[in-house]
């Protein structure tokens, strides 16, 4: 972003003289049931007068702000212009698996995809990002994410801030690491800088003199942070991963893992043409949290800003807007955690071979397998889930389509900022433990699976990451007959429906991590069907397209 040409949707009520700083960019928003995401290469001017490579969604880097209404069906259409295969996950987000994003739902380059869902979740900060098997670090490294925002009635009906970009801002933290010239690097775990909505530390953010909303969320692939103002003003948490808390939490410090939100309200009024600085206090964050200090001690420090304090942004308050907040709402939402009594227990042990390993990591002693569903449980059940770490760091656990309750911490009820529904949860590092109660509600598939994983995106790529089956009596009949037969495709396979398979010239197989496998060429071949033999065993998705190139159909298929 130029400094002289930023993406700022502030009204010019309140603009404040700022000379010579960068102002902090937000995200445009979108509202409606159906949405557009382009996932694309840009370049974004991080550093004065030097184009950086990114990868954003409608943009340059990260992505527009999805506003979704709790019960509405919407659709979301992916566009991949990557020229690689990508996925795009909506973390956070209650739904069927194969609308999730998940590793097994890829998208191949030059293709949409088109999930169709009800918006089932609270009034929350949600947020969307790559999740291709083995590479979702490398594309969220250089910059695709975006915020999703759900609103309810629930929530509406409370007086909160919610004038987005005004009063209710998205902020997303990132750390990264720049080489030399200035480009992210995409598989190193330095991290000598970090951004907020994309743009260098220090930037100024104009918030105006009233009760303020800001939703955080920290985009890294690997640091945590614990944020806190300068003079140490108190603010409230209101909001975690999945929904609002019971009541607000005052707080002067807030750690935040990979992938985990918050939503903090920071009271202005009064301060018309203060500035405040927020900052990062990695000196206080336990040890063995990645960019706090490390668990051996000594000179093995990874990263530069490792276990240092530093400012992280300004706020600059302007005068307040007609209708401010000003109060805060001394009771929010009820939360009520899942009774356990009958809960089915399973335990994750996340594990490190040597145990100071710090990138060959284990769940439950085994790396992810795509073809390995790692256990299968059953619709409408309650489970209670010890996620203990012998690791020397911590790791933040992410569960797929659903949100949990975490149960205690190291044996203790958890703080009151992590009563309500969260999707990521830290594992404190050696012998830490973690219990979470979950409720697999809605959605059942005989064969697509849903992800449980670190959100340390090397440590998930390199196999922490396990996957489960929710299964239903209904569901364990399976799919529907086939409907139709690609006549140059496998014989047997199941086809959608309502598809023209007369159209069908070239039939390509990827597997799940984009690679073509297989070729066929109704010209070359005849009307012979697809060999498939001599593949290994796995799930594989055929792109049928017709003599124009266009894409007829793609179909996914286990080779048994
Ligand atoms: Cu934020 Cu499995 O992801
Ligand atoms: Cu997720
Ligand atoms: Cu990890």
Same mark, same amino acid.
């Not at 801030?161 to 209710?168: E, K, M, Q, S």
């Not at 985009?219 to 609002?244: E, T, V």
């Given at each position: ?7 700022? $949707? ?27 995401? !382009? ?95 083995? @590479?979702?670090? @490398? ?20 007086? &909160? ?35 907020? *909505? ?7 953010? +104009? ?23 300068? *003079?140490?003003? !108190? ?29 903090? &309200? =920071? ?37 530069? $800003? ?28 009820? *939360? ?36 390995? =569903? ?14 203990? *770490? ?12 659903? %949100?949990?309750?975490?149960? %205690? ?14 999707? =990521?949860?830290? =594992? ?54 086939? /409907? ?6 496998? +014989? ?31 010209? /070359? ?36």
């Amino acid at each position: 972003m130029k400094k002289t040409a930023i993406t700022w $949707l502030v009204s010019g009520a309140f603009a404040v003289s700022v000379c010579g700083q960068t102002q902090i960019p937000i995200p445009p928003a979108v509202e409606g049931t159906t949405f557009d995401l !382009a996932i694309q290469h840009g370049t974004s001017e991080i550093f004065p007068g030097i184009q950086t490579q990114t990868i954003g969604y409608n943009g340059a880097q990260l992505g527009t702000t999805l506003i979704l209404q709790k019960g509405q069906t919407v659709t979301l259409n992916v566009h991949n212009q990557l020229g690689d295969t990508t996925t795009t996950h909506w973390h956070g987000l209650h739904l069927a698996p194969k609308n999730d994003g998940s590793p097994h739902t890829p998208i191949m380059a030059g293709e949409t995809w088109s999930p169709s869902f009800e918006v089932m979740d609270n009034a929350a900060t949600y947020w969307y990002h790559p999740h291709l098997h083995g @590479k979702t670090l @490398k594309q969220v490294v250089r910059g695709a994410a975006g915020f999703i925002i759900v609103r309810d009635a629930e929530e509406a009906a409370l007086a &909160l801030p919610r004038t987005y970009g005004v009063d209710d801002v998205p902020l997303v933290f990132q750390w990264k690491t720049f080489d030399a010239a200035k480009q992210i690097v995409e598989l190193d775990e330095q991290d000598n800088e970090v951004l907020v *909505n994309g743009v260098l530390r220090g930037g100024t953010l +104009n918030l105006p003199a009233q009760v303020v909303r800001l939703r955080l969320l920290n985009g890294s692939s690997h640091r945590y942070f614990d944020f806190g103002f300068a *003079n140490s003003l !108190a603010f409230k948490q209101i909001g975690g991963d999945g929904g609002l808390l019971d009541a607000p939490v005052s707080m002067t410090k807030l750690v935040l893992a990979p992938g985990e939100r918050a939503e903090i &309200l =920071v009271d202005l009024s009064g301060k018309e043409g203060q500035n405040l600085t927020l900052r990062q206090f990695g000196t206080q964050l336990p040890q063995g949290y990645p960019g706090g200090a490390m668990m051996m001690g000594g000179g093995s420090m990874m990263g530069v $800003l490792d276990n240092t304090d530093f400012d992280l942004m300004k706020i600059a308050v302007a005068a307040p807007t007609a209708g401010a907040v000003t109060t805060i709402p001394a009771a929010l939402t009820v *939360n009520t955690p899942y009774p356990q009594a009958g809960a089915a227990s399973r335990t994750f042990g996340l594990t490190a071979q040597p145990m100071m390993s710090m990138d060959n990591f284990f769940i439950n002693g085994a790396k992810f397998d795509m073809e390995t =569903v790692n256990f299968t449980t059953e619709l409408g059940k309650t489970e209670v889930w010890t996620l203990t *770490n012998s690791t020397m760091m911590a790791h933040p656990f992410h569960v797929h389509g659903l %949100s949990f309750y975490v149960v %205690s911490v190291n044996g203790a009820a958890p703080p009151a900022n992590m009563k309500g529904w969260k999707d =990521v949860v830290t =594992v404190p590092p050696m012998t830490g433990s973690v219990k979470i109660a979950l409720r697999f509600d809605d959605f059942a598939d005989p064969d697509m699976p849903y992800m449980y994983h670190c959100h340390i995106l090397s440590h998930e790529d390199a196999g922490m990451m396990g996957q489960f089956l929710v299964t239903s009596p209904a569901s364990a009949t399976g799919e529907a007959a086939p /409907n139709s037969v690609c006549p140059i495709c496998i +014989n047997s396979l199941p086809m959608p429906s309502g598809v023209d398979f007369s159209k069908v010239v070239r039939a390509e197989v990827f597997d799940l991590a984009g690679r073509l496998v297989r070729v066929h060429e109704k010209g /070359n071949l005849g009307g012979s069907p697809l060999d498939v033999s001599g593949l290994p065993t796995g799930t594989y998705l055929m792109k049928m397209s017709d003599a124009t190139g266009k894409t007829v159909a793609v179909q996914r298929f286990f080779k048994k």
